[in-house]
């Protein structure tokens, strides 16, 4: 049996650590009866050494617990499946580094970029800040194929549709800020920003997934999620819930 601090000391997590471990359900220990302290048996060492693997592959606690606690979970297939993740991840460090190393050829007198290369580059850093940003949610909420969809669709992005899909997110957002202005969700501005918002969302995901249903669905999570209500919140004060009315009115006129 191991004693919080034993247990520490041979596995290099801090105390600290074990008991948030306990408080969050990740890994119970044992209890002396007579004085309550947490005692660690080869039980409790076992799942340790598993929560320590996983924590390794960058598999969140919370998804780790779940792992561990349900019954019958196919274990391999989130391996598997986790290894995706990582060597897609390995492709993007990989051209990243090439980017990296072109800058300094740039830098240090060498050859120049030329501007199909830099668009090239904007996108994969588009990709990557939305990948660290949402992908494990993603990931975990909607599955690896639609985090993967919009990595493909905007690293298949043209030129073109690039410039047409940020003059509709500038569009979007300047109607919108005209609407809430004028606290009128069924007016023209509104319903303007619901319609650009449509189609920029679709450069985005695949055209047929953006249903009503679904948009009004995003719509309202931007009210519900402070990454987001922040962002609109900063277009105009209210903006958040205003947009979510908007989209309702708009697709209840379509009806």
Not at 170 to 196: I, K, M, S, W
Request: charged share 30%; with cysteine.
């Amino acid at each position: 049996m191991y004693t919080v601090r034993e247990l520490a000391q041979l596995t290099g997590l801090t105390p600290r650590a074990l008991r948030y471990y306990d408080a969050i359900g990740l890994l119970r220990p044992a209890r002396d009866a007579g004085n309550d302290y947490r005692l660690y048996g080869p039980q409790e060492v076992d799942r340790l050494e598993q929560i320590l693997l996983y924590r390794a592959m960058g598999v969140p606690l919370e998804s780790i617990r779940h792992i561990l606690d349900t019954p019958g979970m196919d274990q391999a297939g989130v391996l598997r499946e986790h290894l995706e993740y990582l060597l897609e991840r390995r492709r993007e460090v990989e051209e990243l580094i090439h980017v990296v190393r072109r800058m300094l050829e740039e830098m240090e007198g060498g050859s120049h970029m030329s501007g199909k290369e830099r668009f090239e580059r904007m996108k994969q850093q588009v990709v990557r800040e939305n990948e660290a940003a949402y992908g494990r949610e993603i990931r975990e909420k909607y599955g690896s194929e639609a985090a993967d969809s919009y990595a493909a669709r905007v690293a298949g992005m043209t030129e073109e549709a690039w410039n047409q899909m940020k003059a509709e997110e500038e569009g979007y957002q300047a109607a919108l800020r005209r609407a809430a202005a004028l606290d009128d969700p069924t007016g023209v501005d509104a319903q303007e920003a619901v319609r650009l918002h449509g189609q920029w969302l679709r450069h985005f995901w695949k055209p047929e997934a953006v249903t009503p249903q679904a948009h009004i669905a995003l719509v309202e999570m931007y009210g519900q999620d402070p990454r987001f209500t922040d962002y609109y919140e900063a277009i105009a004060p209210g903006c958040a819930s205003f947009f979510a009315k908007a989209a309702k009115a708009y697709y209840e006129g379509r009806n």
